[in-house]
Structures are given as structure tokens and as C-alpha cells.
């Protein structure tokens, strides 16, 4: 491991230790590599941790996050959704969250599945990989930015990461219904501060590239996280679970 991916990893442990006290947590896990890698992290930490994956039966990440977890064999639990509730538990969320903006209504929806199963399997905490995605370019906007240079690039993350930090307050709202809190250690100020000195050239190469994040990539698999999960191309939770496609039926 290069000396840049092991103070990438040494943040990481950082992050998780001063923002999450409790030992016994959940996680929420879709298999894709930003969760796996907390995951790996946080077990190797010490953490009591339970894998929580949600989604409608037979969902990508219903079926791939239990395929990783083969390999991992961590404590894994799974909520799948009904479609006859689903109508009724959405409108909800949107009153609540009181906002139109689709991505946080989705993210809300799921994280209000994530925070039911937590809350009866007795866990008050789900740790998130939220951050990954807007720190080391996981979106497909920054092959856009990046075709007009770095400065480009840096608008694109900053307006993400006010973006994720507003809408992780909405999710906290709907997580509060089960008493549980929704902690992103890698949305910290501290984190934040030194994933934006990794070279942008460590993180996505060119306007083709569809993989992006690549220290994280390599990362994760020097530390025993599964190839199946390094290599997997994002896929969002919303689609991954089937929720964005339930909710534009509902609309």
C-alpha cells in the first residue's frame, strides 16, 4: 500500500472513531464498494456491526449485497419492501421532509426502510458511506466537469457535499421516527478538509471513465474488501433498491 492510500485509510479510521462512539452498529449496505469498505473498516475497527441492506424482493441490491456478504461473512440483515404499504409510507416522507426534490424523497423512503430494521434489531445508529460519491468523483457529472478542467471539478464536489449534508438532515428527520440516528463519518469537516488534497488524477482520469474513484477502489481491495464489490460500477441506492421506480408509479 502506497503512502497516499494508507493516510487515506488512517482518515478513514479517524473519521469513524471521532464521529461514532457507540461499538454496537448497524451499516447500511448494498454490497457497491463505498459500503463494503466502511463495513471492512469498521469490523477491523473493533465494531459490533450488522450488515442492514433494504429493497423490494428480488432488487439488485437485495441479491448483490448477499453475494458480497458471502465472501465477508458479516452479520447481514435484510427488509424487503411491500408494494401494497409502499404508497401510503412514501406520501408520508414527502409531508414530512416537505420538499419535491426527488433524490432526497428517494433517499428519505430508503433510509426510513434502513432505520425500521434497525430500530427492531435494537440498533440506535446506522453509519453511512455517504461522501464517497461526492469526495472521489463517483457521479457520471464529474466526467462532464472534468472536460472543462479541475476548477469545474471542485464546483461540481462543493455544491454535491451542501447538497448530501442538507439532505442527511431530511433523512435524520425520518430516521428520528424509530430513534435512531444516521451518522456519515466521511461528511465530517475533518475528512472533508483531506479527501480535497487527494490528487483529482487519484480519482476519476478522463470524461470517459466510468468507474471514478479509483484510490478508494484499490483501497478497498488492499484491505480484503471483495473484488465482485472493488470493480462493482456505482449504482444508487434509489435504483438499486427499486425505489425510484416504485415512487414515479405513485406520481
Known amino acids: 500500500m502506497n503512502d497516499l492510500r494508507k493516510e487515506l485509510l488512517e482518515n478513514i479510521k479517524t473519521a469513524i472513531a471521532e464521529n461514532i462512539p457507540e461499538k454496537k452498529i448497524g451499516i447500511a449496505f448494498s454490497g457497491g464498494v463505498d459500503s463494503t469498505l466502511i463495513s471492512k473498516i469498521c469490523h477491523d475497527l473493533g ?5 442492514l441492506t433494504i429493497g423490494f424482493p428480488e432488487s439488485h441490491d437485495i441479491l448483490f449485497a448477499k453475494e458480497v456478504n458471502q465472501y465477508l461473512k458479516f452479520k447481514y440483515e435484510t427488509l424487503e419492501i411491500e408494494s401494497d404499504s409502499f ?6 416522507i414527502n409531508q414530512k421532509i416537505k420538499t ?6 428517494e433517499n428519505s423512503i430508503a433510509f426510513y426502510y434502513v432505520s425500521k430494521l434497525a430500530k427492531r434489531l435494537g440498533l440506535g445508529v446506522v453509519v453511512t458511506a455517504n461522501g464517497i460519491d461526492e469526495l472521489f468523483c463517483g457521479y457520471n457529472a464529474y466526467r462532464d466537469a472534468i472536460s472543462e478542467g479541475e476548477p469545474r471539478v471542485i464546483e461540481v464536489m462543493d455544491s ?4 448530501e449534508v442538507k439532505m442527511m438532515n431530511a433523512v435524520n428527520l425520518v430516521a428520528s421516527e424509530f430513534s435512531v440516528r444516521i451518522v456519515q463519518p466521511l461528511l465530517s469537516a475533518k475528512f472533508v478538509e483531506f479527501a480535497k488534497t487527494v490528487p483529482l488524477s487519484e480519482k476519476i482520469h478522463n470524461s470517459e471513465d466510468l468507474y471514478r474513484k479509483h484510490i478508494i477502489r484499490k ?7 471483495p473484488e465482485i464489490s472493488c470493480n462493482k460500477r456505482k449504482k444508487a441506492l434509489q435504483y438499486g433498491s427499486k425505489i425510484h421506480k416504485a415512487l414515479l408509479k405513485t406520481r
Do not use: F, M, P, R
Not at 419535491?100 to 424523497?105: D, K, P, V
Not at 478497498?220 to 474488501?225: D, K, L, R, T
Open 87 to 92: 404508497a401510503k409510507i412514501s406520501s408520508k
Open 219 to 225: 483501497l478497498a481491495s488492499e484491505i480484503g474488501v
Open 47 to 51: 465494531y459490533d456491526i450488522t450488515l
Open 100 to 105: 419535491e426534490n426527488l433524490s432526497w424523497n
Open 160 to 163: 454535491k457535499l451542501d447538497n
